[in-house]
């Protein structure tokens, strides 16, 4: 069996990616991203984890096309982001369900737009709802469910499509600290059945650590890749071997956090 | 034993009992304006004649023409505001202009155009009733073609027709129904102004039509007949704002 | 979505004034062109020559004068109730459950129906013009006022009073303060209302004023006059507006 080499492996590739906001009328660029470069490859579960403010779901917007890097390439799969969003599958931290529509048919919406016949979305929805415990929830709305339960929903219209890739934008970020958890182990569960190439997002270390096999640690803005840290730990990420590694990445942060927190007087956090 | 009456009832029932016993003292209420029970008795007395069915009728009329205007003009321009923030900073100014400035001085260019029957009624109710419309779907367009829904539906690779069926249009709903409530009663505003000041016929004209005959206690049932319009339509309006919020429930970006 | 830059205002003031200026040329043309009657219409040139009469001559001098007095005078007594009331109903909740349905009710009925019989209670002149524009504009204010107040985080005038304060300290330093833009927005839309409903009633029926100017010269069909009056009395609201913006 002929090794595939590290470029057919390739799924999302960042080159020298270069990014500032601005307004053109007031002449003030703020510059996010600088020379970021970074390869993902096929099957991965990485996390992009920085101070607040810096590019991460810049990044992410990039990888899916809603926005276009000032300098340098964003890739997937070799070709432009925007004409691959069939491959992709996305999970933003804010309420992004449809209020008017119940769970059902929010997770089977994406499938609906696919033209696929409503028995055959059925079916397919079937096995999600019952893997993120959503089963005898399908008839009710968004509104009357629990910010945990909604994020549920929403990995699962992700995930019904079987993308192959997948970005998450702090999808917990709204969650306390045990639903988040107890998602984020329902997530990696899903991730070991299907594989799709995720990248995640995070402000948690002990998420980063718990759910990916690679970490990327960001800096402050203007951001590029500071260090990326593989996970090797078999089997459930707890203990001795990955409280190290979250050691490791906070003493990383701790300066990133900092320079941030002094140095974005003005500005937004969570860019 | 606790009562459970609202207490604005109690209110307006206090407001009639003190003009009815008004009447005992005041020269004004006892022989012009009349107590509540001179009213109610005109109040009836016309409601069983013919001719208010014709008056009623008219304005009835001019409102739903000038609604139907009102609702065509004021998503014209809510789709130029809401669409492209270039559109958007140009219109927006003459928007404010239109909305704090008293329009009934332009009602004497509408008589003179539109002639004083039923087109310059209809075309005055229409400017006051498009701008609600124009401002209140155009926000609701703006805020949800930024929002996460939209986001999330172009992941999934919707097609233009999609998104536009699946998420913008029930999105725009609430928006479009509390805009409705209000174009509503700004256009039976313009209408009657309307007939107020020159007509010859609808509510309005007979409301002018008896203060200038003296006739205060017919004129008073107008204004409650107007006012009982105005009060039905907009709670009817008001219920299906209700129903259609509750079934959009959180229609904003929601951490 | 970010990325765009925002479009530049020399643009945006550039395609304004483009259809101002079509605006304008549009009665030029139409009445010169034969195509809409001079009782109707009147061509710009016309509408500019009879403005600057107007202004020039001091035709307008008067019934400005007198509607900013009135105005002014109605929109004092509008800020005074209107601040007065809706503080207490904001305070106590069994006075507004007892009036907001009526005031709600109110702004779905056009308020212009109660001027003749505020005609015929305080007769034709300055009262019954102030009552219209007070009826008008007092609701509003109220409802912002309450609004306002209600938006005020209660976690400051909790902090307050364990800071120590007293009551009346409280109110004036923490609550009113940050309630002062609800309230400034409350008085300013209250504001346009009172211009409207004076105006409206000097339309109708008065003794002068700026809306009967523009009624008498409908009644002797004077359209470039009817049009030169409006227009001066839409700069002139336009203007108080823009200043009211800019106070805040």
Redesign the interface.
Known sequence: MTPSSAADRAVITFMNVDHAFGDSESGSLVPVVRDVCLTIEKGEFVSLIGPSGCGKSTLLSMA?G?LTPNGGSVRLFGEEPALM??H???V?????????RTVLDNIT??L???GVPKAERMALAKDLIGSLGLRGFEQR???ELSGGMNQRV?LA?ALV?KPEILLLDEPF??LDEQTRILVGGELQKLWEQMHPTTVLVTHSISEAVRLSTRVVVLTARPTKVKKIIPINIEGPRTGAAAAALEEEIWELLKDEATRAMLGDAGGNGGA | MKLRI???L???AAGLALWEAAGLWSD?VRN??GTPLTVGRELAAILSSSDIAFHFGVTALELGAGLVLAIALGLILSLGLGTW??TH??IE??L??A???????????F???LGTGYASKVAFGALHGMLPIAIIVSNGLRSVL????M?????????NG?LIR??LL??VLPYLITALRLSV?LT??GV??GE??VARAGL?FL??RW?GELQ?PK??S??FL??SL??V??FVFRRIEAAVWR?????T??? | ?AG?S??RRS??LL??LA?LAALLALPEILVRGGM?SR???APTSEIAVRFWHLVVDGTIIEPLLETLLLIFITFVIVALTGLVIGFCFWRSD?SR??????ML?F????????Y??L???LGIGYPSIMGLGFILGVVPVIMGVQNALNGVNPVLGQTATVLGASTVAKYFKVILPAAMPGIGGALRLGF?YV??GI??GQ??VSTGGL?KL??N??DRFQ?AN??A??VF??LL??AI?AVLERLR
């Open positions: 899916s809603f969003r069939k992709l599958g996305m933003f931290q804010a309420f992004s369900l449809l209020p008017w919406l994406g609906e737009f696919r709305f968004p509104r929403t219209r499509l970020g709204s | 609202s207490p604005a109690i209110v307006v004004l012009v304006t923030d270039y900073r140009v100014p003459f404010i202009v909305n704090t400035v008293p329009k009934v001085i332009t009602l004497p260019a008589l003179m155009l930024a929002n996460s829904q986001q999330a539906a172009i992941t999934m690779n919707a097609t999609q699946y998420i029930p999105a009663s039976l505003l009657i102004l107020m000041y309005g409301l002018m203060y205060i004129m008073l107008v204004v107007i006012g105005a009060f339509l907009d079934d959009h429930g959180i229609r970006d929601n951490a | 979505m765009h925002k479009p643009r945006v395609v304004q259809a809409v009782f109707a219409l069994l459950r007892a009036f907001e349905p009526l009710t702004y779905a009925i056009p308020g212009v129906i109660f003749p019989i005609l015929v209670i346009s211009v409207i105006i409206s339309f109708l809306g523009v009624a010269y409908y359209s009817v049009y009056a409006a009395i839409i609201a336009a507006n």
